[in-house]
């Protein structure tokens, strides 16, 4: 069974810190695994994601993430947050299958506050 | 040239009333789905439809029902609102990958207020 786990429910950093959201994740196969980024009164926004290939991920807005399979994580970084960073983040995991169509498994969310 | 589209924006009503939420994607995906964010920011997938079946159906009130047209369209239809189905809500595309691997696509919500 897939599931996913936000580890923080809130973070908070200074304008111009690192920023790491954590996520650890359990699949029955090899999953894909997603960040969206959900900006206060706005849609869904794909921030990157992970689909077998190269284990680090770029992603938009300066963001990255790795795959750690030992470990079943696939936290979230950024170098340094900018005050727009601000906002609600969710990481994913998704199995599919032949006949398509996907479970697709969303955390908590994280929400990420940047104080100036 | 948006990729996944929903109208209304913004849908409120009052209880007992029939509702319709419309979803729209050009991506050429075969695979739609329904996501209801509750107030506590928890997203829960509703329906899915693979070529106009329904092949996840998660437990929600048979007041909800979904409709695909076509591969393009999949909508939404609420009969006897309620007042705790306020909540935004999302639609989604993806593509089925031979590897079975997909990414989903999100429209940029609903939100649904029911007085």
């Known amino acids: 069974a897939q599931s996913v786990t936000q580890l923080d429910s809130h973070v908070s950093v200074s304008e111009g810190t690192p920023v790491l959201l954590r996520c650890n994740y359990s699949?029955?196969?090899?999953?894909?695994l997603f960040w969206y980024v959900q900006h206060p009164n706005k849609g869904l926004q794909l921030l990157l994601k992970?689909?077998?290939?190269?284990?680090l991920v770029k992603g938009i807005n300066g963001f990255e993430a790795e795959f750690k399979k030992s470990e079943t994580s696939f936290h979230l970084t950024k170098p340094s947050a900018h005050m727009s960073d601000a906002a609600e983040y969710f990481c994913?995991?998704?199995?599919?299958?032949?006949?398509?169509?996907?479970?697709?498994?969303f955390g908590a969310g994280t929400r990420l506050f940047v104080k100036a | 040239d948006t990729a996944v589209s929903q109208t209304p924006k913004y849908l409120v009503t009052q209880m007992g009333n029939d509702k319709s939420i419309k979803c729209e994607q050009n991506?050429?995906?075969?695979?739609m789905y329904w996501y209801k964010q509750d107030s506590k920011k928890f997203l829960k997938i509703m329906f899915s439809?693979?070529?106009?079946?329904?092949?996840i159906n998660e437990t929600v009130p048979n007041r909800f029902s979904p409709k695909s047209p076509d591969k393009a369209h999949l909508n939404l239809h609420i009969n006897s609102l309620e007042l705790g189905d306020s909540a935004v809500y999302f639609c989604?595309?993806?593509?089925?990958?031979?590897?079975?691997?997909?990414?989903?696509?999100f429209g940029p919500g609903t939100r649904l207020l029911v007085l």
């Open positions: 989604a595309s993806s593509l089925s990958l031979p590897d079975g691997r997909e990414t989903q696509y």
């Open positions: 699949s029955s196969y090899s999953p894909s």
């Open positions: 991506l050429g995906h075969d695979t």
């Open positions: 992970y689909t077998s290939a190269a284990t």
């Open positions: 994913v995991v998704s199995e599919g299958g032949n006949t398509g169509g996907f479970k697709t498994i």
């Open positions: 439809y693979n070529n106009k079946e329904l092949i």
